[in-house]
């Protein structure tokens, strides 16, 4: 990076020297030794804070049932107060998965792991934010907890989706049906299952000093669930399909949550068990396949990276082959290098599809940062077919996916609700666009609610921290409310940019 200093600023450095004062503000000094650090400069152009705060308040607005006295989200109230009342359990709490009222056990559940994986990782970064952050695990965790009490059952849904999609409706208004979806011995669904167990014991990981006792219930629940994922098996989508699909299809299959349980059980407990588990089943669980697409259906890549820890960090020999595995997937993401298969649109933004893109941007950017932190500690690079490839380099990667998502890009738009001075007005999502039960006591009707997801208007509610599928391959966005593929939010956008957002806000020093 050049330095190319006004007058002005030459005057300005001068008298900090003449005046023996080190430390001017507005110029990073560092000792005697100015601009030393250029790689990390303190002045970014992005409030990378502000944005991890906006980032997990969003969380608040996705919650379902009794919300606490310190719901920073006011426009919210109760909702799905009786859920779980179909089947005669208690599955009040937990997440809407996006825009609608519908409670979606997988996404969930992969939401779960990310947000834990994110405090793992970067946590100890995130200052004032990691108690925001853990609640919205908790959020989460209390509700699986309710979901897997009963053993070798899981229940995966609330809601009928398709009805609820029929209906524009507040979730404190819901009137469509709560219907209440199960997998069990009969149905099982070892991708819900596994992605379940994964979060339980990425989130024991989290509260194991905190709170104790609450990790090693987490611990106990995610090795039971995983038991039953492991024994009998088969993708939930066979047997739920007209409930689940096409929303939540398991299209991956599901031996990549059996891969990802175990690699989480292994992190979370050390029981050689689990290692033992993925040296026999590795294979046959997909581990060398060569696809780069990490989301909420296929948690391949992330499990690469995640042993390749093990390999990296604990020098766990036997786990040698997963960063052979991992560097794949990192050189199919870099420009021009052999090996690289990644689309990018001309503005530079990771570009996977066409449904909810910014979920792969964000899970992407976390993985690279996650992987650049392993690589560094142990003093290793990535080799793609002869190029060398830094951890510096993949961070250099992430911030400028990250920094494209908060408006550096051709349309100056922050994909992220309420941050920067530009960003999106009309998202698809049913309350954050209908006038709030402060506003309005009236209940609003099913049909009656079209009429507000129809209407030009912004959204009267601002979903805070919502991030949205974003723009199209060529940039491009509408801002339309009735573009659910480029407007709506999810939880899993957000899971992994909450520590993303953290290693970038503790780099340029605003934590």
């Not at 990378?48 to 920073?72: H, V």
Request: hydrophobic share 35%.
């Amino acid at each position: 990076m050049g330095l190319s200093l006004s007058p002005l600023a030459l005057i300005v450095l001068l008298a900090c020297f003449t005046g023996s004062v080190l430390h001017c503000n507005g110029f990073p000094f560092h000792h005697n030794h100015p601009f030393r650090h250029q790689h990390h400069p303190h002045i970014a152009k992005h409030n990378y804070r502000d944005a991890l705060t906006k980032s997990i308040i969003f969380f608040e607005g996705q919650r379902s049932g009794r919300l606490p006295s310190n719901q920073r989200i006011t426009w919210r109230r109760d909702s799905g107060l009786a859920d779980g009342a179909a089947m005669h359990v208690d599955l009040v709490g937990g997440y809407y998965d996006a825009g609608d009222n519908v409670k979606f056990g997988f996404p969930m559940a992969f939401t779960t792991t990310m947000l834990s994986w994110s405090v793992i990782e970067f946590g100890g970064l995130m200052k004032g934010e990691l108690q925001n952050a853990k609640q919205a695990i908790r959020w989460a965790t209390d509700y699986l907890l309710k979901a897997t009490a009963h053993p070798d059952t899981i229940y995966v849904q609330v809601g009928d989706a398709n009805k609820d999609h029929s209906c524009w409706e507040r979730p404190e208004d819901m009137d469509t049906p709560r219907s209440v979806f199960k997998i069990d011995k009969n149905s099982p669904g070892s991708d819900v299952a596994g992605e379940t167990a994964a979060a339980l014991a990425a989130a024991s990981l989290v509260f194991r000093r905190s709170d104790p006792t609450y990790s090693k219930l987490l611990v106990r629940r995610a090795i039971r669930v995983f038991e039953f994922a492991d024994k009998y098996r088969g993708p939930y989508s066979n047997g739920l399909k007209k409930a689940v699909c096409p929303f939540y299809c398991s299209y991956s299959g599901y031996q990549d949550e059996l891969l990802w349980g175990a690699a989480w059980l292994h992190r979370a407990t050390k029981n050689p068990t689990y290692l033992n588990y993925i040296q026999v089943n590795g294979q046959t669980l997909g581990a060398a396949e060569f696809d780069n697409t990490f989301g909420w259906d296929n948690k391949h890549v992330g499990a690469r990276i995640l042993l390749s820890k093990a390999f990296l960090v604990q020098r766990l020999q036997s786990l040698h082959d997963y960063k052979g595995h991992a560097d794949n997937f990192i050189c199919s993401l870099i420009p021009g290098a052999p090996f690289s298969s990644a689309q990018y649109t001309p503005g530079g933004l990771l570009f996977k599809m066409s449904d909810s893109n910014m979920q792969y941007v964000t899970s992407t950017s976390f993985l690279l940062l996650t992987y650049a932190k392993y690589l560094t500690s142990a003093h290793q690079v990535v080799n793609c077919g002869g190029t060398t490839v830094t951890p510096k380099r993949l961070r250099t990667i992430a911030k400028k996916q990250v920094d494209y998502l908060l408006g550096d890009n051709p349309l100056k738009m922050s994909y992220m609700v309420g941050y920067g001075p530009r960003y999106p007005q009309r998202i698809h999502h049913r309350g954050s666009s209908l006038p709030s039960v402060a506003n309005h006591p009236a209940k609003i009707q099913c049909s009656a609610g079209f009429s507000f997801m129809n209407s030009q208007s912004p959204n009267p509610n601002i979903l805070m921290g919502a991030v949205i599928g974003g723009p199209d391959q060529h940039d491009r966005f509408p801002d339309q409310r009735s573009d659910y593929e480029q407007s709506e939010p999810a939880t899993y956008i957000n899971a992994p940019l909450v520590g993303a957002l953290a290693y970038l806000a503790h780099s340029f020093g605003q934590l």
